[in-house]
């Protein structure tokens, strides 16, 4: 069982940035491939950034990319989502997920279906 806690986010400007955590507790975390996802109201929840259990591999939506990056820091047990140059767009409930990983040290997963467990979420509002 694990347990995802994120945090971090909050009311910046367009342009702006803002770093997302998420602590997750239990055993393992090293045993996980993490994501971000995001929800905006009206929307369905859509993928935003993916790694794997070492972080040696991550994927981005075309959306996100070269704006994001995803990361973890093992050790910690805690995985982050760095955002810059922030657009209104990007406003949403952004949620971390974890799959365990038994397999490959290089897998990540980009589908909600393929997660296990799931953070409560932060909410990220981008102004004009």
């Known amino acids: 069982q694990v347990q995802l806690v994120e945090s971090g986010g909050g009311l910046v400007q367009a342009g702006g940035s803002l770093r997302l955590s998420c602590v997750a507790s239990?055993?393992?975390?090293?045993?996980?491939?993490m994501g971000w996802f995001r929800q905006a109201p009206g929307k369905e929840r859509e993928f935003v950034a993916a790694?794997?259990?070492?972080?040696?591999?991550?994927y981005y939506a075309d959306y996100v990319k070269g704006r994001f990056t995803i990361s973890r820091e093992n050790v910690k047990n805690t995985v982050y989502l760095q955002m810059n140059s922030l657009k209104r767009e990007d406003t949403a409930v952004y949620s971390c997920?974890?799959?365990?990983?038994?397999?490959?040290?290089?897998?990540?997963?980009?589908?909600?279906?393929?997660?296990?467990?799931w953070g409560q979420g932060t909410q990220v509002t981008v102004s004009s």
């Open positions: 997920a974890a799959v365990l990983v038994q397999f490959s040290g290089s897998y990540y997963a980009i589908s909600p279906s393929q997660y296990q467990y």
């Open positions: 239990g055993r393992a975390f090293s045993s996980y491939a």
């Open positions: 790694i794997s259990r070492s972080g040696g591999s991550s």
